[in-house]
């Protein structure tokens, strides 16, 4: 099994920056890949962007050139460096573990707002 912590969530200004991490630990060696989706109430979770292991990254083209993930295989971490922030950024954001097994994190909220 994996199991999956997210941190990094806060309040932010409009054009302000976060760095979200998702730590990862368990059986890591069964990950394929590992995405971050936002939720906000009353709507679906969305697919933000997404690292494959070792492969390519993938983002929604609401992020694009303005979110970057990237992954640190010491640490098991994987990062969302968010720049730019829109107030429709405002969401919970999910890490989410995909491979032999899948895994969620339990969400950290993001709220940009002045």
């Known amino acids: 099994q994996v199991q999956l912590v997210e941190s990094g969530g806060d309040l932010v200004q409009p054009g302000g920056s976060l760095r979200l991490s998702c730590a990862a630990s368990g059986d890591i060696s069964s990950i394929y890949a590992i995405g971050w989706y936002r939720q906000v109430p009353g709507k679906q979770r969305v697919l933000v962007a997404s690292?494959?292991?070792?492969?390519?990254?993938n983002y929604a083209k609401s992020v694009e050139g303005r979110f970057t993930i990237t992954r640190d295989t010491a640490k098991n971490t994987v990062y969302l460096q968010m720049n730019s922030l829109k107030p429709e950024d405002t969401a919970r954001y999910y890490c989410?573990?995909?491979?032999?097994?899948?895994?969620w994190g339990q969400g950290t909220q993001v709220t940009v707002s002045s």
């Open positions: 690292i494959v292991t070792g492969g390519p990254t």
């Open positions: 989410r573990s995909s491979g032999l097994t899948e895994a």
